[in-house]
Structure formats: structure tokens, C-alpha cells
């Protein structure tokens, strides 16, 4: 009778933390806290303005790149988790680019990597010169 009554409760209890943890997640699984939005990539620049950047930023359910500046191109390729972008227009340091998330709130989880760089002359710049970050 105890063991019944045990078992019973012990069920009770995981039905309870099973809707509880339904409750707080969206239909598009962010938690309550999370909501799709844009992250902007920012560039800080040490030297030369950067005129032609190639970006990778790796991360879950990236989608629609646009260019953060009017008169900048913007050129992109995604394939699973992974985007490439090019962007060709002069910047010294402030927004280079947005891309659209699943949760803004997640922008830490979303590897930002400068794979090239180069000034309005055509000549590589160094990238450690370069520092991109996300953010909301």
C-alpha cells in the first residue's frame, strides 16, 4: 500500500516538472526569455577602414544577412549552421551586418570570425587589426 502510494506521488511529481517545463518554452523552443529578432555584427577597427570583409558566423538558425549601412553590398552563402558573407563598402568601426535568430538573447552562442579583409586599395589587411562582435 505505501509502495503504490510512493509510485503514485513519484508519477504526480513528474507530470508536474513535465508541464512545468512546457509552460515556459515557446512553440519555437527559446525559453521565456527568448525572442527571434536580428543580431548586428559590429567592427572595431585598431588601423586602416576595411572596404571588402569575409565573415563566417556559425550558429543555429541563422537566416536573412542585410547589410547594416545603405550603398554597402552584401553577398551570402548558408548551409546548415554555417554563413558566409561578404561585404564590400568602406567601415572603420560600427555595424558591418545583421542576420536573423531564433532567440536574440543567445547572441553569445554565435561564433563571429573575420576570414579576410582589405582596404579600398585592393591590399589585405591584417585581420588582427579587426574585431567583430554580435549583439542585439
Not at 559590429?42 to 541563422?62: H, K, R, S, Y
Not at 548558408?78 to 536574440?104: C, I, W
Amino acid at each position: 500500500m505505501k509502495i503504490q502510494r510512493a509510485l503514485r506521488i513519484g508519477a504526480i511529481a513528474i507530470a508536474c516538472a513535465a508541464l512545468s517545463v512546457a509552460a515556459c518554452t515557446s512553440e519555437d523552443g527559446t525559453g521565456p526569455d527568448g525572442r527571434a529578432g536580428q543580431l548586428t555584427v559590429d567592427v572595431t577597427v585598431l588601423g586602416n577602414p576595411g572596404a571588402a570583409f569575409e565573415v563566417m558566423v556559425i550558429g543555429e538558425g541563422i537566416t536573412n544577412p542585410v547589410v547594416a549601412s545603405p550603398g554597402d553590398l552584401l553577398y551570402s552563402f548558408a548551409s546548415n549552421d554555417t554563413l558566409k558573407v561578404a561585404v564590400l563598402g568602406e567601415h572603420s568601426s560600427g555595424p558591418l551586418f545583421r542576420f536573423s535568430v531564433p532567440n536574440v538573447n543567445q547572441a553569445s552562442s554565435y561564433a563571429i570570425r573575420l576570414r579576410g579583409v582589405a582596404g579600398s586599395d585592393n591590399e589585405m589587411l591584417p585581420r588582427s587589426d579587426f574585431t567583430l562582435t554580435a549583439s542585439n
